[in-house]
């Protein structure tokens, strides 16, 4: 079983062609510039989002929030009143059943995305549902994942995955620690580890206030090359929780920021 956050059934933004993205509840880095905050978290059943809802689509059973899905207005009321970095709105599923949801909307899309959260730390579920998703369906599948768990101890999980999309948050090991809680050692072991496999389909990075942002293009270029495709993903403070808004403010990066961090890249794939 896995706990799974959301499904969007079509998205165009989440790797080539229209694409299936899954969202994993969980996740062992905790951003500061996180835009998904509420999916950090295991719900902990304080009861507290149950208090606030509109339309009672919660209730304790069993010491536990119950969620019905079927009442829910999506006002997301309950994640607003959360402290805990999650929400009670997931959905516990076996392989089979994710596999029939994604079956059932198969003939339109062209692949499935699994996000998160940390979809990794799901490795052994994504590697059976990667299985019968390529084997009876014919799809491609994708990993978006900041890259925190060792990938070259799952052979079998790389080999399934076609491409992995890599968030590299820093190069620089303290400013990491900083903004994720933990060090990028095992990241640039794995941008380097699939980059070699031909697995990576672009890296990321978040161009925010208050990082150096230059110095983690330039080192993240000299690694890719032109091997692959490198994203930058611009601040928005829409979300973002209050001790990222500390850090990083309001104010989204100035459009020479972002240019200039465009130039080193550009200068350091030749």
Request: hydrophobic share 35%; charged share 30%; glycine share 4%.
């Amino acid at each position: 079983m896995a706990l799974v956050n959301k499904i969007i059934p079509f998205s165009c933004i989440d790797g080539p062609g229209n694409r299936t993205a899954i969202f994993f509840q969980g996740c062992n880095f905790k951003c500061s510039y996180c835009h998904n905050p509420e999916t950090i978290n295991k719900c902990v059943n304080c009861g507290k989002c149950v208090t606030v809802c509109p339309v009672n689509a919660l209730e304790m059973k069993d010491n536990k929030v119950v969620w019905d899905d079927k009442i829910c207005v999506s006002c997301d009321a309950c994640i607003r009143e959360c402290k805990h970095l999650s929400t009670p709105k997931t959905k516990d599923y076996s392989v089979d059943e994710l596999f029939e949801e994604i079956k059932q909307i198969s003939p339109f899309i062209q692949g499935i995305t699994v996000s998160g959260g940390e979809a990794t730390l799901n490795v052994e579920f994504l590697t059976e549902l990667f299985k019968r998703v390529k084997n009876e369906l014919g799809l491609t599948c994708f990993v978006d994942t900041n890259g925190s768990i060792d990938l070259s101890k799952y052979e079998e999980f790389v080999n399934l995955t076609d491409k992995f999309m890599i968030d590299v948050k820093s190069m620089n090991k303290d400013e990491h620690i900083k903004i994720t809680g933990l060090n990028n050692d095992t990241v640039i072991k794995n941008l380097e580890y699939l980059l070699s496999l031909d697995k990576v389909y672009e890296i990321r990075t978040v161009i925010a206030p208050n990082l150096d942002n230059e110095n983690t293009v330039r080192e993240a270029s000299k690694i890719i090359k032109n091997k692959c495709k490198y994203k930058f993903n611009i601040y928005r403070h829409h979300g973002v929780r209050k001790e990222g808004l500390d850090l990083h403010g309001i104010e989204s990066p100035k459009e020479e920021a972002v240019n200039r961090c465009r130039k080193i890249y550009e200068e350091n794939i030749r």
